[in-house]
């Protein structure tokens, strides 16, 4: 069982900058794949990065390729999304996840999730 704890939400303006981490509470989350997703009030959850084991291979949406980067550190077990030139329709709550094959899209394929941390853009 493998137990993630996001953090470093909050509230931002338009244009500004966040960084989440996602702390996990194995010494072995270097064999696991990582991803972030994030679900906004009334819409599905979606994907937004992931990253493979080892930080060699990424995959971003569309809607933040560019403005966002996803990174980890296996030595001290957490990844992280860095969130630059945020707008307004980045508002959701962001959840990190955690899978035992290659990185993936889909959220139904990811082991484990953390509870996830609120991001909320202001215009």
């Known amino acids: 069982q493998v137990q993630l704890a996001e953090s470093g939400g909050g509230l931002v303006q338009a244009g500004g900058v966040l960084r989440l981490s996602c702390a996990a509470s194995?010494?072995?989350?270097?064999?696991?794949?990582m991803g972030w997703f994030r679900q906004a009030p009334g819409k599905e959850r979606e994907f937004v990065a992931a990253?493979?084991?080892?930080?060699?291979?990424?995959d971003y949406s569309d809607s933040v390729k560019g403005r966002f980067t996803i990174s980890r550190d296996n030595g001290k077990n957490t990844g992280y999304l860095q969130m630059n030139s945020l707008k307004p329709e980045d508002t959701a709550r962001y959840f990190c996840?955690?899978?035992?094959?290659?990185?993936?899209?889909?959220?139904?394929?990811?082991?484990?999730w953390g509870q996830g941390t609120q991001v909320t853009v202001s215009s």
């Open positions: 996840a955690v899978r035992g094959g290659n990185i993936m899209r889909l959220s139904d394929l990811y082991d484990y």
């Open positions: 194995t010494r072995t989350f270097g064999i696991y794949s």
């Open positions: 990253l493979s084991r080892s930080g060699g291979v990424t």
